[in-house]
Each structure stands twice: as structure tokens, then as C-alpha cells.
């Protein structure tokens, strides 16, 4: 069967990880289904120049944020997990109160209730108390925050490798057994 991964852009800045997770996926064979915010679209556009058919294109479905009656809303449709990328603090807060007030949080909200994993490429600083009490419950809940944090062990020389590299990192903890993240080797 096909691993499938549930990938969500919303508005917060690095439009770029979504990007990256929709291609590294094609490139290993993982069926991937976008849904991405108004907000989110606007920073593709805005970090990426992309337009809302172009960002679909990268993924194998697409779904509209108001469809909240897509597959990916239902826990019968099977999927390895689900990455928010990046995840804003709106989206977040959503997520962490079960809200489920458009396709995107809908689908997390039920990454959460199946027990699958839920990734949130949180991306906001400095963070206020809200916005970790939000983390703490979507932990609680079983989901993982993962701010997407560059390595620098690895000596990167540009932007996308640190994006790849985290890429990777995120499509390995999704359960993407072919994702090939940098092992640490020490100093």
C-alpha cells in the first residue's frame, strides 16, 4: 500500500518546508495530499512565487480549506501522518482547542483521534505564554511541535540545505522509512 502523507500550509513565514515535503515525497514514492490556507497561499506567493495552481501541482491531490468533506477529513482514509508546514499560531491554537473550523484543522483533528502522527512546524518568536500552553496541549494530545530549527553541525552553505535537511528530519519522524536525514558523526 502507499504511504500517504497529509501535508498543510498555513500563514506563517516558510512556505519553503511545505515546498520541499511535497517534492522529497514524490521523489520517495509517498502519495501526498495538500490543503493550504488563503494565509498560506498568500506566503507561498509572497517567499516563493507561487500561486495557489502552482503549489497544488507539487502535490498528488490537493483539497480546498473549505471542503470540509475531503478524504483526509475522515479517519477511515488511512494516512502515515500529517505535517503542518509551517504551522502559524492561528492554526495552532485551532488545533489545540479540537476547533476543526476548516479542512486543515479538521484533518489534524483527526490525525489526533486516530492516534497517527501530527507534526506542527511551529514558526513564531519570541513565543508568548499562549502560544506554549497551545503546545503543551497538542504534546498532551499526541502530536509532535516541531520548530523548524536549522543544524548548523553539518556546516550548511545555503537556505535549501538547511530547508532539505529539515525536510528529511520532519518526513523521517513521519514515518517515511526511505527519508534519509544527515546522521550526527560528532566533532
Not at 31 to 47: F, K, S, W
Not at 135 to 159: D, N, Q, R, S, W
Amino acid at each position: 500500500m502507499t504511504q500517504r502523507l497529509v501535508v498543510g500550509l498555513t500563514g506563517a513565514t516558510g512556505a519553503a518546508y511545505a515546498l520541499r515535503l511535497l517534492r522529497r515525497s514524490r521523489e520517495l514514492g509517498v502519495e501526498t495530499h495538500l490543503v493550504a490556507t488563503p494565509a498560506g497561499i498568500l506566503n507561498a506567493h509572497h517567499e516563493l512565487g507561487l500561486d495557489r495552481s502552482m503549489l497544488e501541482a507539487e502535490a498528488d491531490h490537493a483539497h480546498a480549506p473549505g471542503d470540509i468533506g475531503a478524504c483526509i477529513a475522515s479517519g477511515s482514509f488511512a494516512t502515515a501522518a500529517m505535517v503542518v508546514a509551517p504551522c502559524s499560531m492561528k492554526s495552532l491554537a485551532a488545533i489545540a482547542h479540537g476547533l476543526g473550523d476548516n479542512l486543515l484543522t479538521r484533518a489534524a483533528d483527526v490525525t489526533l483521534k486516530e492516534r497517527r502522527r501530527l507534526i506542527l512546524m511551529v514558526r513564531e518568536t519570541p513565543l508568548n505564554l499562549a502560544h506554549l500552553r497551545n503546545m503543551v496541549a497538542v504534546t498532551e494530545m499526541g502530536g509532535i511541535c516541531f520548530p523548524p530549527l536549522p543544524a548548523f553541525y553539518h556546516h550548511p552553505k545555503t537556505i535549501a540545505e538547511m530547508v532539505n535537511e529539515t525536510a528529511e528530519r520532519v518526513l523521517e519522524l513521519a514515518g517515511v522509512s526511505q527519508a534519509q536525514p544527515k546522521v550526527w558523526t560528532g566533532l
